[in-house]
């Protein structure tokens, strides 16, 4: 069974903080991907990386930052919080069967900025 | 713009009816059509793909129907049950080098009624 833990997975920060969600995942999978829910939007992909200490911006990715020193971690930096970032945030992998549409969600990070 | 679009935001129906649920999308670069199921406070899950080069894929009660030349794809669900009653989101693959990443739809709540 795919296994990808996130944390923390809930947190209140203050506007201007930094925020740091981590994701861990014991697939040994090469793909990692960070998306943000958002009522009406579904999910939107904000970074994804596809090696360790690379990183590639998806569709949303002004306001955050990604790091992926190691293939099992994955973290997504928020240097300055803002209202408009309070969301779900979600933390998926794949292998390269992402190209089957196979990816393994981890349980969400709720976000509020406040 | 959004790459990936559901204009369902919600659909209702009947026990022992099909729930249609439908996607269109706008790059004709994409590969590969998957779709996920999401219950509230749950993270999501993969219910069926299918590859570019297939029209139509069935499995148990769920069939995908692919119309590349209409940009457009759906997925029927025979037979519907309560605890079918969730969020469903589409997805497109895309295949770019090295990379591969998955743009999700907005989701359509999914309610079925007994």
């Known amino acids: 069974e795919a296994a990808v833990t996130q944390s923390p997975r809930s947190k209140v920060a203050v506007t201007g903080g930094k925020v740091t969600l981590s994701c861990h995942q014991t697939?040994?999978?090469?793909?990692m991907y960070w998306y943000r829910q958002d009522t009406g939007h579904g999910l939107r992909l904000i970074h994804y990386?596809?090696?360790?200490?690379?990183?590639e911006k998806g569709d949303i990715p002004d306001g955050y930052k990604a790091s992926r020193p190691s293939q099992e971690n994955f973290s997504l930096i928020l240097e300055l919080a803002s209202l408009s970032q309070t969301a779900v945030y979600f933390c998926?992998?794949?292998?390269?069967?992402?190209?089957?549409?196979?990816?393994?969600f981890g349980e969400g990070s709720k976000l509020t900025v406040l | 713009g959004q790459q990936v679009k559901q204009s369902s935001p919600s659909l209702t129906v009947q026990e022992g009816g099909i729930s249609i649920l439908n996607c269109d999308y706008e790059?004709?670069?994409?590969?590969?059509f998957a779709w996920y199921k999401k219950y509230p406070d749950n993270s999501p899950t993969l219910l069926i793909s299918v590859r570019s080069n297939v029209d139509k894929r069935e499995d148990g009660r769920l069939t995908v129907f692919l119309n590349k030349s209409g940009k457009h794809f759906s997925l029927h669900i025979t037979a519907s049950q309560p605890e079918d009653t969730a969020v469903y989101l589409c997805?497109?693959?895309?295949?770019?080098?090295?990379?591969?990443?998955?743009?999700f739809g907005e989701g359509t709540k999914l309610t079925v009624s007994s």
């Open positions: 990386s596809y090696v360790a200490d690379s990183t």
């Open positions: 697939n040994n999978h090469d793909y």
């Open positions: 790059n004709d670069m994409f590969d590969y």
């Open positions: 997805a497109a693959g895309l295949n770019q080098g090295g990379s591969a990443k998955l743009i």
């Open positions: 998926a992998s794949s292998d390269a069967g992402a190209r089957t549409g196979q990816l393994y």
